[in-house]
């Protein structure tokens, strides 16, 4: 029997700027400040990314290409009490003007560069700067797609995440963390960014799964960093690294990882999953037949360059965040259904075998599975937004944990 599990508690890390980083680490487009205001900025170039506060309301500024333009929300610019903090974040082509105080952080104003400044070159990266109190690398309004990271010696329990950004999917960008089994805290270890195969520039490609392989880190990444819903497409890539990717900020090179699609129709895929078994490689991920109605999968073979498709639950419609597990000495493939709102259990081929008793947050939680000592954590995260109602979609989510009540089921 899979062990029961039950709720153990809930952290929400949110920081504007990462604690202690510097613009001088910023080496794809997520970066900020902040300050009390009545001004901050940052600079490259001739580019000038300002935002104002005035006591009362807060708006942007954009100087690129000789001409200045004005950016006030008409809904939320206004503060309803004097805030205590202002804070700019560039994350991707988007940037928002946020105040904090009373309450948390909430944006005012957000407005799409992708039309007057290319802030994923990184020459233009290279060359930013601010004179504001605390300048650097842009945090996380929340955390999902938690993912436990394979083959770490040690026995520490690291996690990648997806650091939600003030927006929707092409704000946010992945990060490392260390889980304390015990305490359920959360240390940020670091910021991971990636070049991709077939275009320049730096991007913030999340749903992320690293793997220890030998002397080098493997991580697979889902390309949602410059995720367009009018042309949405994602896939997948694959990037190598003897970096300590366990620390500070890196930027990798990538590689197409070709995941078999044959006969599912698919349009997209994500949510990469990479195990080396005894007999070769197995990846789960999830196709899409159509943005947004998808259903996990799994690929085998003798190399990441040579996979075909073993099985697909194509009767799914919206199920991700495909998982592989060793329990009691066999492969299975954990999933999470959102319209069933639970945690499926499948063979190899994708038949089901039955299904994790565990509860099931908002929005689509990923089922990581940590196992600590004689007894396991169920490691996911819900829908909770943050930064106010501007953002829209995409600022979730609390890591929600949950603890067995039992262990008695092999994993490794």
Partial sequence: MLPRFVPAGRRRPVDLVVPGSSLAEVCAPYAAVTGPGPRLELRSGDDLLVARYDGAAA??????????????SRRFARTEAPARAVGLALTGTHLSVLTRGPGPWLVRGRVDLRDR????DEAWLARLRSDAPVAGRFGQLGLRDLRRVDGVPGGRVLLSATSAGPGFFDTAHTSLWELDPETLGLTHLSDVFFRRPDRPGAYGDHATH????????????STWGDFDRRRPTVGVTLARTTADLLNGTHLLDTEPLALPVDGLGSVGVWDPHLVRSEDGWLVGFVSATRFFRFHPAVAAGPTLGDLTLRGAATDLTQTEGTTLAHLDGAWRVLASDKVRRRYPVFDLDLRETGALEAPYPTNIPWPTLVPTGDSWLLVGFNGRPSGGPLPGYGTHGDVVVARAVHADYGVS
């Fill in 210 to 221: 690293v793997l220890r392989d030998g002397d080098e880190w493997l991580v697979a990444t």
């Fill in 59 to 72: 708006w942007l500024e954009v100087t690129a290409g000789g001409r200045t333009s004005r950016h006030r």
């Fill in 117 to 120: 400044v290319d802030t994923r």
